[in-house]
């Protein structure tokens, strides 16, 4: 796959695409990680276009001090050190002759114990199907990512234009996800309509971790009420 044509404004661009297609007015929104600065990004460019944004677990809101000088390289998280499992699958060729059981292996013996609280969550993840689709092979999405798409993101900060979007939002987050959680308490102080979701005990997946918790929320939210436990932030007045 060519990743020259991929970056975040391509995402933003994308979602109005699809927007287009179905000939919406208006939509709802629920982005997460990555995906969740795609939907603030698009909301700042078409506020008109978003009736309210969820943004499960973003990313960081800016490029938090040195961050980018400490981020492993594509390599190291397609066969992380420290993970037999993987080495051997490397080793053995399966890693080229396998991918999909190389994929397999990765989200269960790295990424989803290094970004889930609740080890019976990781069991309750699909990892079956979510192999099966090549973009989701680490040999593809780690290089994507890391390679193209950060990149391009240079020294990211959404904070300025979050005042403008006027659609409501609801920021949730796990307490133990790696992301530091007064980052989403950052994005919810800059946005112009926000409140804090913070889920106890759980990671970067909270719609697998705790999805009781998380779905009661995000249905409060989206029928047009502020779930009663999200916390209203203090907001930032002026960006400067």
Request: hydrophobic share 45%; net charge negative.
């Amino acid at each position: 796959m060519d990743g020259r044509h991929l970056s975040l404004e391509a995402d933003v661009q994308d979602l109005e695409a699809v927007r287009e297609f179905f000939g919406l007015e208006k939509m709802s929104l629920l982005g997460s990680s990555y995906h969740a600065a795609v939907t603030a990004r698009y909301a700042s460019e078409h506020p008109e276009r978003v009736e309210r944004m969820l943004l499960a677990c973003p990313i960081t809101p800016r490029i938090p001090g040195e961050w980018t000088n400490e981020l492993p390289s594509a390599e190291v998280l397609i066969r992380p050190p420290g993970v037999p499992r993987l080495a051997e699958l490397h080793e053995s060729g399966v890693e080229a002759s396998d991918p999909v059981a190389y994929c397999r292996a990765w989200f269960r013996q790295f990424l989803l114990p290094a970004q889930m609280s609740d080890p019976l969550a990781v069991e309750r993840f699909p990892v079956a199907d979510v192999a099966s689709f090549p973009n989701e092979w680490p040999q593809r999405t780690m290089r994507l990512y890391f390679e193209q798409i950060l990149p391009k993101m240079e020294r990211w900060d959404f904070r300025p234009k979050l005042a403008t979007i006027p659609a409501p939002t609801l920021v949730v987050q796990g307490t133990d996800d790696l992301v530091p959680i007064e980052a989403s308490r950052e994005w919810a102080a800059h946005l112009g309509d926000a409140r804090f979701l913070p889920l106890k005990d759980v990671g970067h997946y909270p719609f697998w971790e705790a999805p009781e918790d998380f779905f009661a929320a995000a249905n409060e939210f989206f029928a047009g009420r502020w779930p009663k436990v999200a916390e209203e932030v203090e907001r930032v007045e002026r960006f400067a």
